[in-house]
């Protein structure tokens, strides 16, 4: 006699505790003890130069040189903090000011290199033309390139551009130019990587809907790449707020100096380097570096992990 019901394959089941952890069993006791004393070592290998640092900023004899590895010095204060936001060095220019112009020249490459990035990103990316292959061989030449070996023609180019009595050379302009000229080959190659990954079909379905192609890279391409423009932008924006070698070469007037002119003007010679207020300024300057990271965390580890896929 036949019952109601069909015959329901029986399938295995394993415990929570061992499909959790991927069907391996449980690590002995011995073995996660070294594991996590390996982190730990690498842990308080990264974070005692940061400890370091914060007890010499904090240290009120603004000593000549590190006499000792004190994290608690006696009579901690933050004095040094407030010698550096008012002037940092002897030049007549605040913490304030100096951080507006590091932050002037870090929005421009950072929205420089993305804007003009993506757009050829996509062109490589999605558009077929003649010498395509070669110009992006080309691109990735300049990417090779370093920075450095680009500053004697950068300067001379620049220094011809003359309007009036403002030079292009000695501005903020310039060397914002002239930092965004060897961002921009970074720029290109990481968003084509991430572009690559992104279906056509989705631009075709677009199109059938009738959006035209610059539609479909609107409202389809840039909102699926967020995570590569704010990896592009992350990038830039470094660039920019640290950035030394053409600030240094180009600028000639104080009041144009940025954070990391200050910061190297800041070191002495022969040893007399006041290194509580130089350990407050470093603070000060990787501070928003930090802040603006944590907020984009979660795009920077997905456009870096997905972007580098293809070329």
């Not at 022969?270 to 509580?276: D, E, L, N, R, V």
Request: glycine share 8%; net charge positive.
């Amino acid at each position: 006699m036949t019952t109601g019901f069909a015959a329901v394959p029986r399938t295995a089941t394993r415990p929570v505790a061992v499909a959790a952890t991927g069907g391996h069993r449980k690590l002995p006791l011995r073995r996660q003890l070294l594991l996590q004393l390996v982190c730990l070592f690498i842990a308080l290998t990264v974070l005692f130069p940061i400890m370091w640092i914060v007890s010499m900023a904090i240290d009120p004899r603004n000593i000549a040189r590190p006499d000792g590895l004190d994290l608690i010095p006696p009579g901690a204060s933050l004095a040094a903090f407030a010698q550096v936001i008012k002037q940092p060095t002897e030049n007549p220019v605040s913490f304030p000011q100096l951080a507006a112009n590091s932050l002037f020249i870090a929005v421009i490459i950072a929205v420089a290199s993305v804007g003009l990035g993506v757009l050829a990103a996509y062109a490589f990316s999605r558009m077929a033309f003649r010498g395509r292959e070669a110009l992006m061989i080309a691109v990735l030449a300049v990417l090779m390139l370093p920075a450095v070996a680009t500053l004697a023609p950068l300067y001379v180019m620049l220094s011809k551009v003359q309007i009036g009595t403002f030079n292009l050379r000695d501005s903020l302009f310039g060397v914002a130019l002239a930092v965004t000229s060897g961002q921009l080959p970074f720029a290109i190659w990481n968003m084509k990587g991430y572009i690559d990954t992104i279906p056509r079909d989705l631009e075709e379905a677009a199109a059938v809907d009738g959006a035209s192609k610059f539609q479909a890279f609107w409202h389809v391409i840039l909102p699926l790449s967020t995570p590569v423009l704010a990896v592009t932008a992350f990038f830039g924006f470094i660039a920019g707020w640290t950035e030394f070698y053409f600030s240094w070469q180009f600028l000639d007037h104080p009041e144009n100096f940025t954070l990391a002119m200050a910061l190297n003007g800041m070191v002495g010679q022969y040893g007399t380097t006041p290194w509580s207020q130089f350990a407050a300024f470093s603070i000060l300057v990787a501070l928003p570096v930090s802040v603006v990271y944590l907020f984009l965390q979660r795009y920077i580890v997905s456009g870096l992990a997905i972007g580098g896929v293809k070329g």
